[in-house]
Nanobody, 118 residues
């Protein structure tokens, strides 16, 4: 069993920064890829960043590349998403997710944290 708990969301002004955190617990051998997925109002979920926990390889969607950084503190078993230069289009519910890298879909999800950019 794996639990993912996000924190760090909130209201931020245009151009501001936020850092999201995802505390993982449980059977950490159940996954080796973690990522952040967001869902904007009236839109489908969008995978915006991912990291291979075994080696640190990262992936970013074009919409956030150069502004967001995903990284993991293995000692704390916590995944982070540093978000800079935030835009109104970044307003969304942000979810932390995990899977084995060879699986197509994430199978562990957090409850989500809301980010609103005004």
């Amino acid at each position: 069993h794996v639990q993912l708990v996000e924190s760090g969301g909130g209201l931020v002004q245009l151009g501001g920064s936020l850092r999201l955190a995802c505390q993982a617990s449980g059977n950490t051998y159940s996954y080796n890829c973690m990522g952040w997925v967001r869902q904007r109002p009236d839109s489908e979920r969008e995978g915006i960043a991912a990291i291979y926990t075994g080696g640190g390889t990262t992936y970013y969607a074009d919409s956030v590349k150069g502004r967001f950084t995903i990284y993991k503190d293995n000692a704390k078993n916590t995944l982070y998403l540093q978000m800079n230069s935030l835009e109104p289009e970044d307003t969304a519910m942000y979810y932390c997710a995990a899977r084995l890298c060879w699986h197509a879909d994430y199978n562990y999800w957090g409850q989500g944290t809301q980010v609103t950019v005004s």
